[in-house]
C-alpha cells in the first residue's frame, strides 16, 4: 500500500522566516504534485515534480524531489501572510494496474505578523 | 474558478433522503474522479471514470453511486446516508487518467 506521509502536520512561524515541508512516500512514483487549499476552497496546484533532482521556484515557495530517497520539500523562505493555508503533497503512481493520485495529511500553516 | 463546476457548493441532507452532487467540467479533460476530504483523514479517491466508463471504485459503499453519462459530467447519488458521510466532496478532471487533475471547489454535506 503506497503511505505519503507529512511533516509537520501543523506548522505556526513568523513572517520573514524560513520553513520546510516534507513529504516521504513509500513507493515508486511517476510524478509528486504540491497543492495549496484555502479554507472552504478547491485545491490549488502550485508544483509538479517529474524527474530526480527536479527543483521548481514560484515566488517565495520553492519544491524539490529526490526519488531515491522518496522525499520531496517545499521551502518556504521569508514568510508572509498570504501563504496562510494548508499544504498537501499528492503521489501519481500506479496501483494494482490503476493511475491513481494519494495525497498526503496535509500540512496547515500559519503565518503570524 | 477551475475550469471545473460542482453544485451545490453546500447540502445538508437527513440519513432518509436522496439527493445527487454534480460536477462539470468544459476543459476537453477524458477523465473525472470524486475524492472525500474528511476532518481527520487525507483526501481518499473514490471512483474514477476515464471515457465515461468507470475504472476505479475504492471500496466505497454502495450508498454512494457514480454516474458519468459524458466525458463533461459527472454525478454522485447519495442515499441513505450516514453521519460519518459528512466531509468535503471533490470534483477532480484530467486530460487523461495520472496527468494534470483540476480540482473543483467542492460540495460541503452534512447528514444530519
Known amino acids: 500500500e503506497l503511505k505519503v506521509e507529512q511533516n509537520p502536520l501543523f506548522l505556526s512561524m513568523q513572517e520573514g522566516k524560513n520553513y520546510t515541508i516534507y513529504c516521504n512516500y513509500s513507493t515508486t512514483s511517476d510524478r509528486l504534485y504540491w497543492y495549496r487549499q484555502d479554507p472552504g476552497k478547491s485545491l490549488e496546484s502550485l508544483f509538479v515534480?517529474?524527474?530526480?533532482?527536479a527543483v521548481k521556484q514560484e515566488g517565495r515557495l520553492m519544491a524539490s524531489l529526490d526519488t531515491k530517497a522518496r522525499l520531496s520539500t517545499l521551502h518556504i523562505t521569508a514568510a508572509v501572510h498570504d501563504l496562510s493555508a494548508t499544504y498537501f503533497c499528492?503521489?501519481?503512481?500506479?496501483?494494482?494496474?490503476?493511475?491513481?493520485?494519494?495525497f498526503g495529511q496535509g500540512t496547515r500553516l500559519t503565518i503570524n505578523p | 474558478e477551475t475550469g471545473v463546476t460542482q453544485t451545490p457548493r453546500h447540502l445538508v441532507m437527513g440519513m432518509t433522503n436522496k439527493k445527487s452532487l454534480k460536477c462539470e467540467q468544459h476543459l476537453g479533460h477524458n477523465a473525472m474522479y470524486w475524492y472525500k476530504q474528511s476532518a481527520k483523514k487525507p483526501l481518499e479517491l473514490m471512483f474514477v471514470y476515464n471515457f465515461k466508463e468507470q475504472t476505479e471504485n475504492n471500496s466505497v459503499p454502495s450508498r454512494f453511486s457514480p454516474e458519468c453519462p459524458n466525458s463533461s459530467h459527472l454525478f454522485l447519488h447519495l442515499h441513505t446516508l450516514q453521519p460519518e458521510d459528512s466531509a468535503l466532496y471533490l470534483c477532480a478532471s484530467s486530460r487523461r487518467t495520472g496527468y494534470g487533475y483540476t480540482f473543483g471547489s467542492g460540495t460541503r454535506l452534512t447528514v444530519v
Open positions: 499528492a503521489v501519481d503512481t500506479i496501483i494494482q494496474g490503476a493511475q491513481k493520485l494519494v
Open positions: 515534480l517529474l524527474s530526480n533532482g
